[in-house]
């Protein structure tokens, strides 16, 4: 238990302190899905190679109750089957084959999220979305593998909704709360999900308010890391991926330098990667 909570501190002290010196993180949108499978381990297996210091997966149960990497409720736009992922076994399901970016049947097969973490085990950070649905099954498989201190485990519920469900192993995980800020939305309306200084906060925002994010900025300045997703407009106010191509500095630079992103979630790493050492704020 002592060693576990010692590894997530060492973890999040990391992310934060390299932050405060100017340190931006890359975090890859389902691995490498553009040359290789969303969701796949060779996509995985990419991303440490070229340096990305997060993977973004997501998870599904199979109908035998084991995790797999899956972001739909189907297999249909990712694989050359057809159903949903909770009638498949897992047997079943490693018969399909993923398909690649441009919509070809690869090679590529469904991973499990044991073959995922012992994988990447000592090598990077990962990200489990929807992984609040699986808590019991994930903190089982982390604990397992030996990949407790490079989970980030993230939810919109409150945290204390998921403790007082799923009990103190919560505290045993980098946990990571997803705000989504609205027209409504004012730093009061937040304040008791920002004053409670965990290490990550991911923020998802359609329109931008200046005066909202100077006080979300100064709020967590110095303690906590920003998590913005340039993934599509509606995510992040319109500074994505895609404009990036033309104006990375009005983008991406703008996401970091005005709005104070440590984390950047994106579906370009190899070209976010390019731009942050250029502009030298990744080593």
């Not at 359609?206 to 920003?226: F, H, P, Y």
Request: proline share 2%.
């Amino acid at each position: 238990m002592k060693k576990i909570q010692l590894v997530l501190l060492l973890v999040m002290c990391y992310f934060v302190v390299m932050a405060q010196n100017s340190q931006v993180f890359v975090a890859s949108h389902r691995g490498d899905w553009r040359n290789y499978a969303d969701n796949s381990i060779e996509g995985i297996e990419s991303c440490i190679k070229m340096g990305v210091d997060i993977i973004e997966i997501d998870l599904a149960l199979t109908k035998d109750s084991v995790l797999v990497l899956m972001h739909d409720r189907t297999v249909d736009r990712t694989t050359n089957g057809k159903g949903l992922v909770s009638d498949f076994t897992l047997e079943e399901i490693k018969q399909l084959r993923l398909k690649n970016g441009l919509g070809r049947v690869t090679d590529f097969t469904i991973p499990t999220l044991v073959e995922v973490m012992t994988a990447v085990k000592d090598k990077i950070i990962v990200n489990l979305d929807k992984s609040d649905k699986y808590f019991d099954a994930v903190y089982t498989i982390l604990e397992r593998t030996g990949t407790m201190g490079q989970a980030i485990i993230k939810s919109n519920k409150p945290y204390q909704e998921l403790r007082a469900k799923y009990g103190d192993n919560l505290d045993k995980m980098i946990f990571m709360p997803v705000l989504t800020l609205k027209p409504e939305t004012t730093i009061d309306s937040i304040s008791a999900v920002l004053d409670k200084k965990y290490p990550y906060y991911e923020i998802c925002f359609q329109e931008e308010n200046r005066e909202l994010w100077q006080q979300i900025k100064a709020k967590l300045s110095g303690t906590s890391v920003i998590w913005i997703n340039s993934l599509w407009d509606s995510l992040c106010g319109g500074y994505s991926d895609d404009k990036a191509l033309k104006d990375a500095d009005g983008t991406w630079g703008y996401l970091i330098n005005d709005l104070g992103a440590g984390i950047l979630q994106t579906d370009r790493p190899a070209m976010m990667l390019d731009y942050l050492q250029q502009k030298k704020l990744h080593d």
